[in-house]
């Protein structure tokens, strides 16, 4: 039976099949690997990750497609967890001692932001993550310090992850065509994140650039002092998308 793609849970199916393979051979599985895919949608990356894995773990919403999932793959190779991956507890899957979770997926839009703050707090259990988003979003991520892209999304990931854009894919590639380009990220949790609060963190970024047009000083006025900003290495004249990370983490140490 065919399947109508739901707008509401953002789906876009990736179909073209030398980009799947392109993405396989960035992601590059191992027997052993302990593979979490979220979203997998009718199972077209799930069909070429498991030619390289004894078993994989998948974590989809649409009950339609779990039962769609359920009839193509033996559940001894593919376990299915039916529930939301914006709160799912990446935490339950059952890995060996000495491995990592490696987690892939084509991410819907709508979510991607909220999804990537939610994943941030398994980094310590997870080897890498490669996902497909909106192009713009990972430009944003990967953003450095004085480019417009620069933001709240890139200091807070930056702090837990290195990342880079690895391919760019365009909308002919996917059944419905999104109207913009997609990029697939890479991400690999640091091991030892600058020593920070990662509450405070968020509030320190969150309010920085609230008002990213204006210097900082006056952006952060109601959490800091100007002497605070000096006494933390910080210009206090210059703007938000010029602060480094690092800048932004002494700042949250002394809230």
Not at 14 to 22: F, I, R, S
Not at 201 to 206: I, K, N, P, S, W
Request: proline content about 8%.
């Amino acid at each position: 039976m065919k399947h109508i793609p739901r707008k509401r849970f953002g789906q876009n199916f990736l179909t073209d099949q030398t980009v799947l393979h392109d993405i396989i051979s960035l992601i590059a599985p191992k027997p052993g690997d302990a593979m979490v895919e979220i979203g997998p949608g009718l199972g077209a990356m799930t069909r070429l990750l498991l030619e390289s894995l004894a078993q994989m773990h998948v974590v989809e919403l649409d009950r339609d497609l779990v039962t769609r999932l359920q009839k193509t793959f033996s559940p001894d190779r593919l376990i299915i967890h039916q529930g939301d991956a914006l709160t799912f507890d990446f935490a339950q899957i059952p890995i060996p001692d000495d491995q990592k979770l490696r987690i892939v997926g084509n991410l819907p839009y709508n979510i991607s932001t909220p999804l990537l703050f939610h994943l941030a707090q398994f980094a310590p259990l997870v080897q890498d993550q490669h996902f497909m988003l909106q192009k713009e979003v990972v430009e944003r991520m990967v953003a450095e310090p004085g480019s417009k892209a620069y933001g709240r999304l890139s200091v807070m990931l930056q702090w837990r992850y290195r990342m880079g854009l690895l391919l760019v894919v365009p909308p002919t590639a996917f059944n419905p065509p999104p109207q913009v380009d997609s990029a697939i990220v890479r991400m690999i949790p640091i091991e030892q994140p600058l020593a920070c609060d990662a509450a405070k963190l968020e509030q320190v970024v969150t309010t920085a650039f609230s008002q990213r047009r204006k210097v900082l000083r006056n952006c952060v006025a109601g959490l800091f002092a100007e002497n605070d900003l000096i006494d933390a290495g910080v210009d206090p004249q210059v703007r938000p998308e010029t602060v480094p990370l690092e800048q932004f983490v002494a700042l949250a140490n002394r809230l």
